[in-house]
């Protein structure tokens, strides 16, 4: 099993950077972002619960999310492998994680750390923005996130870093030439 996390800023392509490398892997995707806007969508209980915070650029409770990764990562397709995206977001998260990946025999095995200037993000939230509509793409939330970013999942870069785990990734340039680089990383890792 290789468990993977892709940690970037709102804007930094993460989501699109995390789907080509599960497919390129074979490893189950897991964006909590998009699962949560899925339980929005069909009115599921965490739905409810979580449309607030998200519509505020806020974090939805770890409470909430931690049980529902743990759940998610023990069910048999992740056994082959699994990408995580948008998890974990803050330190509380991250130990939760290690901890539920301990019970299951396995552990984080590469965190790839996507960096982008911030004037660079602004711009291309407010582009996706105009272009897809997603409720928390407003410039208010926008700016919220980016806080929630720095203060409660930025320190995740040092807590990684310290364990040895994490992979740089410049995210400038064009999406192929970002994958490029996390193809190297994840490869120098398999020893490919
Ligand atoms: P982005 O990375 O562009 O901010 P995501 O799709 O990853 O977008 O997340 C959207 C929103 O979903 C976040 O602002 C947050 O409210 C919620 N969310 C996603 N993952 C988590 C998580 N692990 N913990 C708490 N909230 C989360």
Partial sequence: MIVLVLLGPPGSGKGTQAAKLADYLGAVHISTGEILRQEIKD??????????????GQLVPSSLMINFVAERLSEPDCQVGCLLDGFPRSVDQA???????????????????????????????????RKEGRSDDTPATISKRFDVYQTTTEPLISYYQ????????????????VFRQIKAAVDQFRNV
């Fill in 43 to 56: 009115a599921t209980d965490l739905g409810h619960q979580a449309a607030a915070y998200m519509e505020n």
């Fill in 95 to 129: 130990q939760a994680l290690d901890q539920q990946l301990g019970a299951q025999g396995a552990k984080l095995d590469l965190v790839l750390s996507l960096s982008v200037p911030r004037e660079e993000l602004e711009r291309r939230m407010l582009e996706r923005s």
């Fill in 162 to 177: 310290e364990k040895g785990l994490l992979h740089s990734i410049d995210g400038m340039g064009s999406p192929d030439e």
